[in-house]
């Protein structure tokens, strides 16, 4: 018999809607398999147990009263603790914000409130959304609900595993090179990066303000169209949103990618793929092809300097977003001395972990006098050759496919080296420095383990990334499949 | 190809305290990112515009009216210390 816990959203709003179960037995359901699972997998860092019976309570009466609903109404998710939800602790996995309590919520929790949606607790990542495995969070690495010896990939490796593992029906994350799309092709659920300027930043704490993205996860693409439904649109306090109308991405969804043109990079090929990852994408394209759609070959030639204009970028505009944390207005403080510096470094020194120090430092580097020109303003301009890149791809294709990520889930402690790390986002970076959308579904598995699929989409096309991969999914049952290890 | 003088300025400028051993660690860790960096300095990037931000808008306005805020003491709920409704913070000019 099918438990609760492992309803999709869709099955779930039915059957409330026909109030053949409630939001409180729901998300009761949802807490018992937290309590359940989550001392191995530990994905929250927080669970709203209170709150979120209150809001399950107040989504039944709702449906009851007859009042308006929303396909979100009564539905548990699991909220990235990088964004900000009033009076509830927000610690963005950092001992700097270990104890903050924003005055606000985000622009995405408004909308998820007014929607109806239940608030399961916070998830845990990377310190900062920095990192690819959340090895990086200052509390405690989450394990993949496939196998609890591997990281779940990162930075939004708790709400990836929280989905995975029935622990919430759907999720969000932030996404500044991948950390939607890796951490959900590693745990085989949906994740999907929007474009820039899709869903308002208002809230979400800033890493790399021209990257940054919000985005749902969920356990199929339907169920991700729905979250992105409540929480796309303009909001006049982020001023990068974009006024353009959000489309009906449900009504997208029609089964159908006949004649659809896709792209298949070259460059995406690369050395160092894992060849069960390989494998499984190739057999996933041709699934695509005898669904109608027309394959490709493109050219994305300055793929190979993604990652190193990332690492350019992402740290300085960290290196300028980070110095709010002074110890004076909120967060950490080092009171144990008089001096106002030695206060602020120390302060600094202890609030960070050594990951954020680092991007910190080689933000500040690329940005200091004497080196701007050589790192900051070249990486700048080849971002405009990547961007470029893609602007010529898709005047050919609606859609680029490749994997989301070169390995399936390494194991925790794997990697030690920094810029290997790195590279785990090698084909989820280009994206953001062009500012596209683009999703990671379930693609196969190699030795048991997730095989992500990426479709990228063009600026505001995540209604047609989001058609391919329900297309893909009504003929595959990768996306259904349960992780044994939970 | 970073070495400890050029850290400990750079943690300087960023107001980043730092123990020996981590100059130590970061020098090292950061020459093997710039080195892998690097081949940035390749691109041939003659007339090509860098792009700071990848929205395709630019100064959005709005009327300049003034809008309800929140409450000094909402937002200095989280300072460490504070005093008469101001962030209290250490002296920055003292008589010696």
């Given at each position: 018999m099918t438990e609760l816990y492992q309803l999709t959203i869709h099955e779930a709003g039915e059957l409330l809607r026909r109030r053949q179960i409630s939001s409180v037995e729901l998300t009761r359901a949802h807490l018992d398999r937290i309590r359940a699972v989550d001392d191995r997998v530990k994905a929250f860092t927080l669970?709203?147990?209170?709150?979120?019976?209150k809001q399950a309570g107040e989504a039944d009466r709702r449906f009851n009263s007859g009042a308006t609903v929303s396909p979100l109404t009564?539905?548990?998710?699991?909220?990235?603790?990088?964004?900000?939800?009033?009076?509830?602790?927000?610690?963005?996995?950092?001992?700097?914000?270990?104890?903050?309590?924003?005055?606000?919520?985000?622009?995405?929790?408004?909308?998820?409130?007014?929607?109806?949606?239940?608030?399961?607790?916070?998830?845990?990542?990377?310190?900062?959304?920095?990192?690819?495995?959340?090895?990086?969070?200052?509390?405690?690495?989450?394990?993949?609900?496939w196998d609890l010896e591997r990281a779940p990939g990162g930075s939004s490796g708790g709400s990836a595993a929280a989905v995975a593992a029935g622990m919430a029906m759907g999720a969000l994350g932030s996404d500044t090179g991948g950390s939607i799309r890796q951490p959900g092709a590693l745990c085989n659920v949906v994740g999907l990066k929007t474009t820039y300027g899709r869903v308002s930043r208002y809230g979400l704490v800033a890493f790399a303000s021209s990257l940054d993205q919000i985005g749902p996860f969920a356990r199929n693409a339907r169920d991700a169209a729905l979250i992105l439904?409540?929480?796309?649109?303009?909001?006049?306090?982020?001023?990068?949103?974009?006024?353009?109308?959000?489309?009906?991405?449900?009504?997208?969804?029609?089964?159908?990618?006949?004649?659809?043109?896709?792209?298949?990079?070259e460059e995406y090929w690369v050395d160092g793929t894992q060849p069960g990852v390989v494998k499984a994408v190739r057999d996933d394209i041709e699934k695509l092809r005898e669904l109608g759609a027309e394959i490709g070959e493109v050219s994305l030639p300055h793929t190979k300097y993604g990652v190193p204009v990332y690492y350019i970028i992402a740290p300085a505009e960290a290196s300028a977003n980070l110095a709010r944390y002074d110890g004076v207005k909120y967060g950490y403080s080092y009171r144990d001395t008089s001096d106002m510096w030695e206060a602020l470094e120390?302060?600094?020194?202890?609030?960070?972990?050594?990951?954020?120090?680092?991007?910190?430092?080689?933000?500040?580097y690329a940005l200091s006098s004497g080196y701007y020109d050589a790192y900051y303003k070249q990486a700048e301009k080849v971002r405009t050759l990547i961007t470029d890149d893609f602007t010529r791809a898709f005047e050919r294709f609606d859609v680029l496919v490749s994997p989301a990520s070169?390995?399936?889930?390494?194991?925790?402690?794997?990697?030690?080296?920094?810029?290997?790390?790195?590279?785990?986002?090698?084909?989820?970076?280009?994206?953001?420095?062009?500012?596209?959308?683009?999703?990671?579904?379930?693609?196969?598995?190699?030795?048991?383990?997730?095989?992500?699929?990426?479709?990228?989409?063009?600026?505001?096309?995540?209604?047609?990334?989001?058609?391919?991969?329900?297309?893909?999914?009504?003929?595959?049952?990768y996306h259904t499949c349960w992780p044994k290890a939970v | 190809m970073i070495d400890r003088e050029t850290v400990k300025h750079v943690a300087q400028l960023a107001r980043l305290g730092m123990t020996e051993e981590e100059v130590d660690i970061f020098a090292s860790q950061l020459s093997v990112i710039l080195e892998n960096?690097?081949?940035?300095?390749?691109?041939?990037?003659?007339?090509?515009?860098?792009?700071?931000?990848?929205?395709?808008?630019?100064?959005?306005?709005?009327?300049?009216?003034?809008?309800?805020?929140?409450?000094?003491?909402?937002?200095?709920?989280?300072?460490?210390?504070?005093?008469d409704n101001c962030l209290k913070v250490r002296a920055v000019l003292e008589e010696s």
């Open positions: 669970i709203t147990d209170d709150l979120a019976m009564g539905i548990p998710l699991a909220i990235k603790d990088v964004i900000c939800t009033k009076g509830i602790i927000t610690t963005c996995g950092s001992n700097m914000l270990k104890d903050f309590k924003p005055p606000y919520d985000a622009a995405v929790m408004e909308r998820l409130n007014a929607a109806g949606a239940v608030m399961l607790g916070k998830t845990n990542m990377d310190e900062f959304a920095m990192g690819s495995s959340t090895e990086h969070s200052a509390f405690f690495t989450t394990q993949n609900p439904q409540a929480i796309a649109g303009p909001d006049p306090r982020d001023s990068t949103s974009s006024p353009d109308p959000v489309p009906d991405y449900s009504a997208a969804l029609n089964g159908s990618i006949k004649g659809l043109r896709i792209g298949v990079p120390k302060t600094r020194q202890i609030g960070f972990g050594q990951e954020v120090k680092r991007r910190i430092m080689l933000g500040t070169p390995s399936v889930a390494f194991k925790i402690g794997e990697i030690s080296d920094p810029y290997e790390m790195y590279l785990q986002d090698i084909f989820t970076i280009p994206a953001n420095l062009a500012g596209i959308c683009g999703v990671s579904i379930p693609g196969g598995f190699s030795n048991g383990l997730p095989v992500g699929l990426q479709l990228l989409g063009n600026f505001f096309a995540e209604d047609v990334i989001l058609r391919v991969a329900d297309a893909f999914e009504r003929v595959t049952d | 960096i690097a081949i940035l300095q390749q691109v041939d990037v003659s007339g090509v515009s860098p792009t700071a931000h990848a929205s395709r808008l630019s100064n959005i306005m709005r009327e300049d009216i003034s809008q309800p805020s929140y409450a000094p003491e909402v937002l200095l709920a989280n300072a460490p210390e504070q005093e």
